[in-house]
């Protein structure tokens, strides 16, 4: 709040002020005081006007200035009522009482939102187990009667249920903690089985994995994980290109952690979209999958942070991507491990 504007808010009293002392001037002229009477008296009132102003305004600046401090650090907004000081005359009274109210309808409008998004959450995971069952159905009817269309059939129903796990694990992103059991496992335990999951992607593209497997230990969840990085093998399998196609999963080891990388020949990405492609929703402009949702990376970024890891990417358009999970290690591992406790 500056000095200009409380000024401008009082235009009209200080207007008043002047009226009242060339009234009061005139009126001692008038009476024949002299001259330096009226300097002095005028001198006087000023004086006590420019102190008042001075004080009010110190005053209205350190409460103002104390409700936007308690604004920019208070995390839910609409509770800036209940941490106000107690009004000190009627019209912040009034206005004290109509922010407490809208408060109050405001917090329980968020109560109704919060029970809405669970039972739809709950709903969500539910049909999704449901609907695993008809799924898993038509795969053993299709791998019972081999045949080229049945062939077409589970491969489509791979998409399928591909889509329904991704739905599963954005609904539960929120809720991490509530699902997670870290433990000390062997990183290419996990690559391989996700590896397994997709083996029958791999075959159909003609892929060529070299994999410099190593015994490495890590602290982290194993299903979490599992799904990080089979969203990024699938990746590499979307946007591989035609011939030649190859997957190269390698790890780095540091005094800090372990560096996961999994590395394509793929169609890349441009310098362009590279920046945005753990954004949400985001597909970039070079990509031929006209089906991409735009949510795989945004999720494995989400769960990294939920999880303790970092995730980070390199590509050039046309030549590579390189997609890299950091697990910390040694002393680090503690931190994760009570970071994830107190999620």
Request: hydrophobic share 40%.
């Amino acid at each position: 709040m500056s000095f200009a504007a409380y000024i401008r808010e009082r235009v009209l009293l200080l207007l008043l002020h002047i009226f009242c002392a060339i009234g009061l001037i005139l009126f001692l002229y008038i009476m024949d005081l002299p001259s330096s009477s009226i300097m002095v008296i005028l001198l006087f009132w000023i004086f006590i006007l420019t102190a008042y102003l001075a004080s009010h305004y110190i005053q209205a600046k350190h409460k103002y200035n104390d409700i936007l401090q308690i604004m920019k650090v208070l995390d839910q907004k609409y509770l800036i009522s209940e941490m106000l000081k107690k009004p000190a005359n009627q019209i912040e009274l009034i206005y004290y009482n109509m922010l407490t109210e809208a408060s109050k309808d405001m917090i329980e409008e968020v109560g109704k939102a919060q029970e809405a998004q669970l039972s739809y959450k709950e709903y969500i995971e539910k049909w999704i187990h449901e609907i695993k069952t008809p799924i898993t159905a038509i795969q053993l009817i299709c791998r019972n009667h081999k045949s080229e269309e049945t062939n077409r059939i589970e491969k489509e129903l791979q998409s399928i249920y591909y889509l329904v796990e991704q739905a599963l694990y954005y609904a539960r992103s929120e809720t991490v903690e509530q699902d997670y059991f870290i433990k000390r496992i062997r990183l290419f335990s996990i690559v391989q089985a996700v590896i397994m999951n997709q083996r029958t992607a791999l075959m159909d593209h003609q892929i060529c994995l070299d994999i410099d497997e190593t015994d490495d230990m890590v602290w982290t969840d194993e299903k979490w994980v599992s799904y990080i990085i089979g969203q990024i093998l699938s990746n590499s399998i979307k946007y591989c290109r035609k011939e030649k196609a190859r997957i190269h999963i390698f790890t780095k080891v540091t005094e800090q952690g372990i560096y996961l990388s999994i590395e394509d020949n793929g169609i890349g990405i441009s310098d362009f979209d590279l920046p945005r492609i753990f954004d949400k929703g985001f597909t970039g402009t070079n990509r031929t999958n006209k089906q991409s949702t735009g949510l795989g990376l945004y999720l494995c970024k989400k769960l990294c942070v939920k999880l303790g890891l970092n995730i980070t990417a390199e590509a050039l358009r046309d030549h590579y991507t390189r997609i890299t999970l950091y697990f910390p290690i040694g002393k680090f591992t503690s931190e994760v491990s009570q970071s994830l406790t107190n999620l």
